[in-house]
């Protein structure tokens, strides 16, 4: 979504709340929509909320090719021989 909107130039947090509903089913968009983080109209908010409502998208995220390599990057001068 963070792609289409600056494809779209979409900055504005409630266009953005709008779009993201409007991809989820009926069910999905009546839980979504009664999120306090979405009547309050905050987009970073409510994708808090949503890393929270489910788990797994951080998950996902941790399990990525860069999150591996961002570790990498930061690990890169820990020496895995015993040192002696």
């Given at each position: 979504m963070e792609q289409l909107f600056q494809t779209t130039e979409i900055t504005e947090?409630?266009?953005k709340l709008d779009w993201i509903t409007g991809y989820v089913?009926?069910?999905i968009h009546d839980q979504w929509t009664s999120f306090e983080e979405?009547?309050?109209g905050?987009?970073?908010q409510f994708l808090e909320r949503l890393k929270t409502e489910y788990?797994?998208?951080t998950t996902e995220k941790q399990g990525s090719m860069d999150h591996l390599r961002k570790l990498c990057?930061?690990?890169a001068g820990i020496n895995l021989l015993k040192e002696e």
């Amino acid at each position: 979504m963070e792609q289409l909107f600056q494809t779209t130039e979409i900055t504005e947090d409630q266009k953005k709340l709008d779009w993201i509903t409007g991809y989820v089913d009926a069910n999905i968009h009546d839980q979504w929509t009664s999120f306090e983080e979405y009547e309050a109209g905050s987009w970073n908010q409510f994708l808090e909320r949503l890393k929270t409502e489910y788990p797994e998208l951080t998950t996902e995220k941790q399990g990525s090719m860069d999150h591996l390599r961002k570790l990498c990057r930061k690990n890169a001068g820990i020496n895995l021989l015993k040192e002696e």
